[in-house]
Each structure stands twice: as structure tokens, then as C-alpha cells.
């Protein structure tokens, strides 16, 4: 099965020798879509942040949604309190969160760092199951990750989770991989009509247009990201797919971590409270085993490239 128990890293790697080679072989696995389970977190986390984190999960009037922290930009969405002290507090928590999963990154899977490109931490401390959202946004749908506002260019959307609830574990159905997907449903889902298009004289232009919208802040998407987004959204609308598919419950136990590559990994929340999370963009350069990476599975199926 796609899942890996990590259970011979300790930060600094304490006693293993072969420690290139380790994170090497842990990033080969996520590409190839594999989990990568720590039943106890490795991150940094101090008692009184964890302590802190969880208890906002009783104060469901100033959570709407999940909480977000923007990294380069040190700003914290999503919550606010009267007490500007507690905004405050909440986010310096998660800037230290976002440093710490950067360090450990760092070196469990270090040939990716100083390649990525940091994107949002968040904090999802809202009960997963029987949340009331608009179908596109329902986690509880099997799907694989796209985000609207930050394209990737065939850039691979990593991920990292950990369950800070005490007693509750964080519930994931999966279903086979993005390659045994697309195969079955790319077509269907409208991928050779956005493969032609942007390779046509229209796409040509249509890319003018946008490199020039790119410059007052309208993501610029290749191909591959509309093809992405759509692929999302179809999975989602698709209850034949949610209802006939294969599917693989995963039970992530209180304080594990996990790490995954989401853009090929398909996934559904049924239940669990106070997770955080941290994403990351890896580069096609930066990619050990680049064929098994959507981009290239997309363009093998519809003989275009995607990346412009
Ligand atoms: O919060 C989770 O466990 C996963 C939700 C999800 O699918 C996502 O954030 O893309
Ligand atoms: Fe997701």
C-alpha cells in the first residue's frame, strides 16, 4: 500500500549514517504518492502553543473556517478577536509553527530545501465531520488539491499534517492515485480540449494577455493549472466517482504527523478537529522522479506540454 511508517528519524537524525540517502528514498516515495506516517510528531511544538491551539476550538463565533498564515508575508487570516493581544499571540504562534516545520523539512527531506516556495500553514481547529460548505469547498469529497490563487506550473503541492487533538484521531478516505485517475477520467473531465487550446494560436494570445494581468496580481495559470482546477472540481460534482470508487480509510492518530504530495494523492476528510498544516511548492526541477509527477502523467495522456 501507498504508506510508509517512519520510525528511524529523530531530529538531527541521531544514528543513522545513511541519512542522504534516507531522505532521498523518503522523497522518492512521496513522488510516488506515498504517505509518510510519524506516529509522533516530529516538529517542534511547544506544550504551551499545542495547549494554546487547542483550546480555540471552543471559540467557534470568531472561526469561521480554517485559520491561515502567510508566511512570507507574516499575516494571519481567518480570526479575529476582540482582544487584538490574542490576534497577535495567534500569530506568532503560527509563525513559529511555519519555522519549525521549515526546519524539519529541511532535513528529513532535504533535497527539496532551498527549492520549495514556502505557501500557507494553517490551523483547522473546526470538527470535520458534518461541516456545511458549498460543494466545491467540501473536504469531505474525495479530490486531489488545486488552489485557484496560487498556480504551479507543474510545481508539486507538498503537505504536511498534524493532529494536535488529545484523543480524537483525524479520519482521510483515499482511493487509487492521480496516474490510474487520469487515466480513467482525465479525457472525460476535458483534459485534450485545454491541452489543444493552449497550443493553438488562441492560447498564444490568450498567454499575452495574462503574462501582461500577471503583473497587477492575476495569477497567471499554464495549462496544466486550468487542467488541474477543472480536475478538482469534476471529481467533486462526479457521485458516481465518490460513490463507486475504491476506497481506503486512513486513521491518523492524536499527535501523529504525515506528509504527502496532494496533487496526487486523493483524499477526503470525514472527521477529526485541530489539525495543523503546512504546504509547500516543490519545483519539476527540484523532483527526483519528475515522470511521476502530474504534469508529465498529463502530458503523456494528451501528447501536449502543459507547463506554459
Ligand atoms: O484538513 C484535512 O485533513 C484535509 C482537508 C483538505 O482536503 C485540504 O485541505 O485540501
Ligand atoms: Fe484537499
Known sequence: LFWNNVTD???????????????????????????????????????????????????????HKNISYRPKLDKLRGYSSHQPGETARLRAIMQQYSESVTNFLSEFLAPYAQHWSLDYASYRPLEEEGRDLPLHKRNDLLHIDAFP????????????????????????LTTDRFDVLAKELAFAAGLQKIADHAASADGRWARVTKSILSRIGVPERSAYDRFMLRFHDYLKENSEFQNGCRKIPLEFTPDSTWIVFTDAVPHAVLSGQCALEHTYIVPTDALLAPDKAPIRVLESLSGRSLSA
Open 9 to 63: 528519524y529523530q531530529p538531527g537524525w541521531p544514528g543513522v549514517h545513511d541519512r542522504n540517502e534516507r531522505s532521498r528514498w523518503y522523497c522518492e516515495q512521496l513522488e510516488q504518492a506515498s504517505i509518510l506516517f510519524f506516529a509522533h510528531n516530529p516538529i517542534y511544538l511547544p506544550q504551551e502553543h499545542r495547549d494554546i491551539l487547542i483550546s480555540l476550538r471552543q471559540d467557534n463565533s470568531r472561526i
Open 149 to 172: 490563487s496560487r498556480p504551479t506550473k507543474g510545481g508539486r503541492i507538498l503537505r504536511v499534517f498534524t493532529n494536535i487533538h488529545p484523543t480524537k484521531p483525524r479520519v482521510w
